[in-house]
């Protein structure tokens, strides 16, 4: 009985071991086709590396050499220069010191974050749905990933892309202290337009709207100032 077993088993490795053969012998028959046709241009990118430590072809962009390119053109600068003049005013105004807490929501690319720091202004925090270090962090601005009442001032340029305005500028107003002020800039408009965005705000009131040029752009700048007493 044991005999017939031990056969049995040698038998099953046996053939367990000749389909495996024939298996492995039809795989490398098979290889398949690639799919790049004969006589394509070769993809030196596509090139399958020799090593694990070939590093050679991909050329790397650091966020450094990137921003420092951005950075040097002159349709940044630029636009800088504009948001510079245009927080003067608000140093002017008393709104703004080097002390302050600022925050700018949906920055873009963060033009007024870097005005701002070029001014002196030592705490400034930029926000957009995509970030861009060292300038602009990640947050939606319907859900802004800060206390309530931190900032001195919160600017906006971009208020028109809100796609739920009264969330938008309820958030802004959160973040923003008792006695502080949200800024918006808006497409240039007269009072009607200027009362239905005030309106927006629950717990600020009405300071401004002043017609003003903004990176090149005729704007709106509407102030709000946050009540003291909630
Ligand atoms: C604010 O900072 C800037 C740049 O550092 C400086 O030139 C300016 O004098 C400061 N302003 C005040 C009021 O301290
Ligand atoms: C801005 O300028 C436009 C066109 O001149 C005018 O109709 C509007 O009332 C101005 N808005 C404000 C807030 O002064």
Not at 65 to 91: A, P
Not at 133 to 160: E, G, I, K
Not at 193 to 208: C, D, N, P, T
Request: aromatic fraction near 8%; glycine fraction near 6%.
């Amino acid at each position: 009985m044991d005999r017939h077993i031990r056969e049995f088993l040698n038998r099953l490795s046996y053939a367990t071991i000749t389909i495996a053969t024939l298996i492995l012998i039809v795989l490398f028959l098979q290889t398949p086709e690639t799919c790049v046709p004969h006589g394509s241009p070769a993809k030196p990118h596509l090139r399958f590396p020799r090593s694990s430590c070939d590093s050679s072809p991909r050329e790397l962009l650091t966020i450094e050499k990137k921003n420092k390119r951005l950075w040097s053109t002159k349709s940044w600068r630029n636009k800088v220069e504009s948001y510079i003049t245009f927080f003067k005013e608000f140093q002017d105004l008393g709104l703004l010191h080097n002390h302050s807490k600022v925050l700018c929501v949906s920055v873009g690319a963060g033009h007024e974050v870097m005005g701002l720091s070029q001014m002196g202004v030592g705490d400034v925090t930029g926000t957009e749905m995509v970030d861009s270090p060292p300038l602009v962090s990640r947050a939606d601005p319907h859900n802004l990933p800060f206390f309530d009442h931190v900032f001195d001032l919160a600017f906006t340029a971009h208020f028109a892309e809100a796609l739920f305005p009264s969330r938008f500028v309820s958030e802004m107003e959160r973040t923003v202290r008792p006695g502080g002020v949200c800024v918006l800039i808006v497409e240039e408009c007269g009072d009607e337009e200027v009362r239905e965005i005030a309106g927006l705000f629950g717990r600020s009131r009405f300071v401004s709207a002043m017609n003003v040029t903004l990176t090149g752009l005729r704007m709106t700048r509407i102030i709000m100032k946050t009540k003291i007493s909630t």
